[in-house]
């Protein structure tokens, strides 16, 4: 499942813009899954959202 995928994602490794962005799109699908009442299109757009978020992570560069 999408979501699963990215549970484990965590802040540190990832630049704050790009983490920001992310964890605004992981909310919104976690959200989503439990809501009942769910359409087919918020399904939809969440899982767009979270999979654009998702690869646009830049990881941080440890110097």
Do not use: R, S
């Given at each position: 499942m999408l979501y699963e995928e990215h549970v484990d994602k965590e802040q540190k490794n990832?630049?704050?813009?790009s983490w920001k962005i992310f964890?605004?799109?992981?909310?919104?699908?976690?959200?989503?899954?439990?809501?009942?009442?769910?359409t087919t299109d918020q399904v939809a757009e969440s899982r767009f959202m979270l999979?654009?978020?998702?690869?646009?992570?830049?990881?941080?560069?440890?110097e």
């Open positions: 990832y630049t704050k813009e964890y605004k799109a992981f909310m919104n699908a976690k959200k989503v899954l439990k809501n009942p009442q769910v999979i654009e978020a998702a690869e646009g992570l830049i990881e941080k560069i440890n």
